[in-house]
Structures are given as structure tokens and as C-alpha cells.
């Protein structure tokens, strides 16, 4: 396996009772766009702030190019070539579209004379290349439509970003035309080599426009994929947890959902009680087919089983004890190994 641009390994982070995340480990291939989804609150944004050296994980690892590495600010992941389009974009309105492509990384001459015709003309040139549609880039922010301010964000990561550009759901409150322009402008930078990581709710888009999917769920990566093994459905399942995921441990040898799917002579898939809930209608075996089954407790949604087993701590089924950090930790790194995502 060729060792990835960025990897994650079981890493953790909590905010006081809150366990953001809770052992998350990815991989993500060089030159390859690779999509993070997860339902509101999975995770994603802290494991971007993570990855990008904005917050600190607890525990865990970050490898760039295989070796080990220690973001202490985001400026040693942009030293890496890894820029980020954060969710709130991060643009200076009362700036202009120059300005904000530069901020902080002023072009000047050696005598320390600020070279604002240079800058100008780079961003003129950043915007054409990109195809990206704005009136000039001596206009202001403020004045720009959404979708210009989202590729005006992007532009500036994708000028920056020599190795990454990590994008936090780029297009969320864009427009049908907008959002064919941000795909377009991911599409270019895998063409050129560039890596992207990129969150999103859109699943579509996901089919569209990426080589692979990793899927958080409460705090941990429960799934990885190239995306010719998925489909929007199946994600769907994975997301909310209805299916399993292929680096969580199943709940037994047994009860998988595709080994529940096949067993002939299952004759009874809408039962009341199981109803919209495939794989907790899987947990229960066809041995005992319409009885409450006694050991396993499998009444409890299928995302809370595959959960807490992958947990594998006794006495804490069925309890969202996450709150706990140390905890949630030690567990976090018991768990750890053959957790990696597939490429
Ligand atoms: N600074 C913080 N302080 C306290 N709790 C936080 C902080 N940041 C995140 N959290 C909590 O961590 C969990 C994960 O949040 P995060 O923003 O990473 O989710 P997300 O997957 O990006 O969600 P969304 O899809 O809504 O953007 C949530 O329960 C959130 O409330
Ligand atoms: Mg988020």
C-alpha cells in the first residue's frame, strides 16, 4: 500500500464533558480527493481543526508523508502545503478580493516596499486560471455573491496549497451553477496533482466528484471506501449508523447485515417493530424469528450496537458515556490498530 499524503491515527479530542472525537484514524491518498462525511456534530470539523494544527488532539498521531509530525498552529500545516477552506470561510469582508488572496503573505520588494501592483496581477492571473467569475479583484468582498466569496476562499487555499487543500463544506449555501464552479475547481486541482480532503453533506457531490469516502459517527471513523464500492444509499447507512462499517467491529461472527440479507427464507422483513431498521432487524438472527431474544440486547437502534460493541467495554451498553474523557481515551487507544482506512 502506498503510504499516504496525510494519515490520522485513533486520534482523540474532548471539550470538558464533550468527546468530539473519540479514535479516528484515515488515510488519505496523494493526489486523490477523498471525502469526510458524518452526520451534524460526527466530528468533522474538529478532525479538520486537528489536521490542520488549529486545535490539538489529546491523543493520537498525524503522519504527513509517512512520518510523524506535530502541528502546533496553522502555519506549520501551511509550512507542509496543507491550506484549509474553513466552514466560515474566513474571508475579510471590508478587504478586497487581492487583498484577501494575500493577507498575511504580502508580496514585497527587498527594501521591504509593499509590491501591491505584483499582488494585483498574481490575482488576476489565480482567478483566471481557476475560472473563477468575479467582477475584479479590486472589488470588495462585501459585495461578492456566495458563491464568488466561497471561490475566492478556495482560490486562496489552491494558490497556497501546494500539497492540500482541505475544504469544509464548500458548497453548503451555494447554488446549482456555484456548486458545478466549486466541483469544477476540485476537479482541476486533482488534475494537477494537488490532494483534497473536502466535507460534505451532499452525497451526490461525493459520488460526483470523489476517489474516496470516510465516514465519521459519533466521534469515530467507522468506514472507509474507494467510491466505487458505495452508493448514496449505502452511505446513507453508514452515516446513520443503520449499516455497519467496515472498521467497526460487528456486533458477532454472525449477525453482519449482508449475512442477515442473504439467509434464505427470511420471510418476514417488515416486521412492525424492526420497521426502517435494517440492520437492527439483521441483529436479531432468524433463530428465533418474532421472540424477544433474551441475550443480546438488539431493540436498541443498530447505531448504538455497532457503537458500543466496537467499544467492547462491558457494562456500558446502551449508555452514552462518551462524556467521560479519560475514559472515552483509554478505550479510544485500546481499540487502536486495523483501524486504518483502505485506500
Ligand atoms: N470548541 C468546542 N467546545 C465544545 N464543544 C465543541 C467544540 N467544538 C466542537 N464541539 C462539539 O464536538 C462535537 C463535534 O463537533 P464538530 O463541529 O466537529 O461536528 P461536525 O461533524 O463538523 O458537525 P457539522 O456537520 O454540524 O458541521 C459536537 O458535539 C460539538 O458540539
Ligand atoms: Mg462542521
Redesign the pocket.
Known amino acids: 500500500m502506498t503510504t499516504p499524503l496525510l494519515e490520522a491515527r485513533d486520534l482523540t479530542k474532548s471539550?470538558?464533558s464533550?468527546r468530539?472525537l473519540g479514535g479516528v484514524s484515515l488515510r488519505i491518498p496523494e493526489g486523490e480527493v477523498t471525502a469526510l462525511v458524518?452526520?451534524?456534530?460526527?466530528?468533522?470539523?474538529?478532525?479538520v481543526r486537528c489536521l490542520t494544527g488549529v486545535q490539538s488532539p489529546d491523543t493520537g498521531q498525524i503522519l504527513f508523508r509517512g512520518e510523524p509530525v506535530r502541528l502546533r498552529s496553522p502555519e506549520d500545516a501551511r509550512k507542509m502545503g496543507i491550506e484549509t477552506v474553513y466552514?466560515d470561510l474566513a474571508l475579510i469582508d471590508d478587504l478586497t478580493v487581492w487583498q484577501n488572496l494575500f493577507l498575511n503573505r504580502e508580496l514585497v520588494y527587498p527594501l521591504g516596499i509593499v509590491n501591491r501592483r505584483g499582488m494585483i496581477a498574481r490575482s488576476g492571473e489565480i482567478m483566471r486560471e481557476l475560472d473563477v467569475d468575479v467582477p475584479s479583484v479590486r472589488t470588495t468582498v462585501r459585495r461578492m455573491s456566495g458563491g464568488q466569496r466561497q471561490s475566492i476562499a478556495i482560490a486562496r487555499a489552491v494558490a497556497w496549497g501546494k500539497a492540500m487543500v482541505i475544504m469544509?463544506?464548500p458548497t453548503a449555501a451555494l447554488g446549482v451553477r456555484e456548486t458545478a464552479a466549486v466541483e469544477k475547481l476540485v476537479r482541476g486541482l486533482r488534475e494537477r496533482g494537488v490532494t483534497v480532503l473536502i466535507?460534505s453533506?451532499d452525497l451526490a457531490q461525493v459520488m460526483r466528484i470523489c476517489d474516496n469516502v470516510v465516514v465519521?459517527r459519533r466521534?469515530r471513523s467507522v468506514a472507509a471506501h474507494s467510491i466505487s464500492e458505495v452508493d448514496g444509499d449505502r452511505l446513507v447507512g453508514l452515516i446513520t449508523g443503520a449499516i455497519p462499517g467496515n472498521l467497526e467491529t460487528p456486533p458477532t461472527a454472525d449477525t453482519g447485515i449482508e449475512s442477515a440479507a442473504t439467509v434464505p427464507g427470511d420471510e418476514h422483513p417488515d416486521e412492525p417493530d424492526s420497521a426502517g431498521d435494517d440492520a437492527a432487524g439483521s441483529g436479531k438472527t432468524d433463530a428465533t424469528p418474532g421472540t424477544d431474544d433474551p441475550a443480546p440486547d438488539f431493540s436498541e437502534p443498530a447505531a448504538d450496537i455497532a457503537a458500543d460493541t466496537a467499544e467492547a467495554t462491558p457494562g456500558t451498553a446502551g449508555e452514552e458515556t462518551n462524556a467521560d474523557g479519560t475514559a472515552a481515551n483509554s478505550r479510544a487507544s485500546a481499540s487502536s490498530g486495523g483501524s486504518g482506512a483502505t485506500s
Do not use: C, M, P
Request: charged share 25%.
Open positions: 471539550f470538558d464533550v468530539a458524518g452526520d451534524n456534530g460526527a466530528g468533522k470539523s474538529t478532525l466552514q469544509d463544506e466535507i453533506h465519521l466521534g
